[in-house]
């Protein structure tokens, strides 16, 4: 049910990685509050799954399939917004991979440039193709799922911590020049958090728990916690938040 601090109503909100996870969570929270969802992630048949719900439970969503690091389902979905609605008021980049789990130096290329096709360049064009439509439109919000592996590179996760970095410095650029266009532009840095995304962390029990003792708080996180920050993001009551990057499970904004 919206609410007067976040009311969405009448919005148009584009969430990738949405058919679970991280994604799913937002998705479901944003059309609670009265957006329009597209749930969106590389296979329709979960996307659908996830908007078949909210519909269910009387919000509006619909299902779109977009691989982030295919320049022409870029271009597709991007397509279909301006056609069928003609505006996108949020874009949630959420959508991340993580191939390869294990020693930097033993990163070869395939797994290095499914990494940086999804995680930076995936990120930059649906930013890139969302600010247009924000710019015409005179204004929008942008959120990027970053991680905290982006300030503090993850054991075994290498390759995959350097495109956060680069999401984290991505977000401040587009903050800065999108500003005079009324758009907002901010990422969160999620912790260790309980995902499909992240089973191989909760495989091992030994790195699991050298994980959780670097972790102020002592325990990982649940997907749900993320959303809220999302929402509030996204929300008018974050007018004057730009450009920052907000650690979640970590107390700390920087």
Known sequence: MATNLFDLTGKIVLVT???RGIGETVAKLLAEQGAY????SRKLEGCQAVADEINKAGNQ???LACHIGNMDDIACIFNH???THGRLDILVNNAATNPYFGSILDTDLVAFNKTIDVNIRGYFFMS???GKLMREQRGGVIVNTASINGLQPGDGQGIYSMTKAAVINMTKAFAKECATYNIRCNAILPGLTKTKFSSALFADENILNQA??????GRYAEPQEMAGTVLYLASDASTY???ECIVV???LTI
């Open 212 to 217: 959780i003792k670097a972790i102020p708080m």
């Open 241 to 243: 938040t730009n450009g």
């Open 128 to 130: 890139v193709e969302a």
């Open 17 to 19: 990685g949405a058919s």
């Open 61 to 63: 969503a619909e299902a």
């Open 249 to 251: 499970d970590g107390g």
């Open 37 to 40: 969802v597209l749930v969106s």
């Open 81 to 83: 917004i301006r056609e």
